[in-house]
């Protein structure tokens, strides 16, 4: 395209996708996320499309970039724009489709993160906040509408309470919650310990694999190594084995 030439990173993709125009405070600026989120889902993306090109069996050139990626995870919102004229607004961290939905401090300084996407799930929000009879919130259109007055009974809720009683009750009751954890609390959870999600890679600490397979698990050997380490190893052996495989099919 017309850009081809422009020097690109995460954040210009960041900014020219869409993402930046709905991440913020409805007042407030665009915000670009705070990490690298475009360079980490391309990666992902770009290993998904080299395996169906090579399950394809036909040699062609697999082009993935950082701003198609950022644009795909946009989903509907170019259809809605298209079809409607409407563009989502900012809404910090809550939907303009899913009523209630944000995070919430506890009476201790504690945050938690609520979703309320399901109408079933939303029934049980609407029962611990003691408006399960009241027709307002019994809809989708009825919790978009009265939307303000949601997010202020969760605020008061939650402004209320301890952040350990609030996650039992939503816990109990069913409801979508969980706390907000900082890397420190992520460090001794018990269910990222459970998962094994945190492992030690030589003498540095980082994340686990994303997938876990059953029959063939397997493993992070190496911190780091330098760009296209494994690319002969990759060209001569698997690439050809891999056609090799095909032809004899």
């Not at 401090?105 to 906040?129: I, P, T």
Request: glycine residues 10%.
């Amino acid at each position: 395209g017309p850009y081809k030439d422009r020097p690109g990173f995460a954040s210009i993709a960041e900014s020219m996708s869409g993402l930046a125009a709905i991440s913020g405070e409805p007042d407030g600026p665009p915000m670009l996320p705070p990490v690298a989120l475009t360079d980490e889902l391309t990666g992902v993306v770009a290993a998904f499309a080299s395996m169906v090109a090579l399950h394809s069996g036909v040699g062609q050139v697999v082009d993935v970039n950082l701003l198609e990626t950022m644009f795909q995870i946009m989903g509907p919102l170019i259809s809605l724009y298209l079809l409607t004229g409407e563009e989502q607004p900012r809404l910090g961290s809550q939907l303009p489709y899913t009523v209630p939905r944000g995070v919430y401090q506890c009476r201790d300084g504690k945050w938690v993160g609520v979703s309320a996407s399901s109408d079933s799930v939303a029934a049980r929000v609407n029962e611990v906040l003691g408006v399960a009879d009241d027709e307002r919130f019994s809809t989708f259109a009825g919790r978009v509408k009265h939307r303000a007055i949601l997010h202020e009974l969760m605020t008061n809720y939650c402004a209320s309470r301890d952040s350990e009683t609030v996650l039992k009750t939503f816990t109990d009751a069913q409801a979508a919650i969980g706390p907000v954890l900082a890397m420190s609390d992520i460090a001794k959870d018990p269910h990222f310990a459970a998962r094994q999600a945190i492992k030690m890679v030589g003498a540095t600490p980082m994340q686990g694999l994303f997938a876990s397979l059953s029959a063939t698990p397997g493993e992070l050997r190496w911190e780091g190594r330098s760009i296209d380490a494994d690319g002969e190893e990759i060209r001569n052996n698997l690439w050809n084995h891999r056609r090799d495989d095909d032809r004899e099919g």
